[in-house]
Nanobody, 115 residues
């Protein structure tokens, strides 16, 4: 059974950095992509960054040059390094896995950006 567990969220000041982690348990052989989404109160869930099986990546325009997605295949973990955070980045961040035509989600980790 596939499960995703995010961690690394918290409170950070504007301009600061955080690194999110998502550990995926279960057999993910043949996965299509792993991705980070976020959802702020009153907003729809939006794609932040995606990394495919071939390690190609995509980013939302709002986070390009500030966020970096990466993965460690040996640890079945995907990371999101977030730099130069702004209050607009505050949200619950979710990890998503696309595998064999199905999508799996974690429960999310809260990121708060405030002075």
């Amino acid at each position: 059974q596939v499960q995703l567990v995010e961690s690394g969220g918290g409170l950070v000041q504007p301009g600061g950095s955080l690194r999110l982690s998502c550990v995926v348990s279960g057999n993910i052989f043949g996965f299509s992509f792993l991705a980070w989404y976020r959802q702020a109160p009153g907003n729809t869930r939006e794609l932040v960054a995606k990394i495919r099986y071939d390690d190609s990546t995509d980013y939302a325009d709002s986070v390009k040059d500030r966020f970096t997605i990466s993965r460690d295949g040996a640890k079945n973990t995907v990371y999101l390094q977030m730099n130069r955070l702004t209050p607009e980045d505050a949200a619950v961040y979710y990890c998503k896995l696309a595998l064999m035509g199905r999508h799996y989600w974690g429960r999310g980790t809260q990121v708060t950006v405030s002075s």
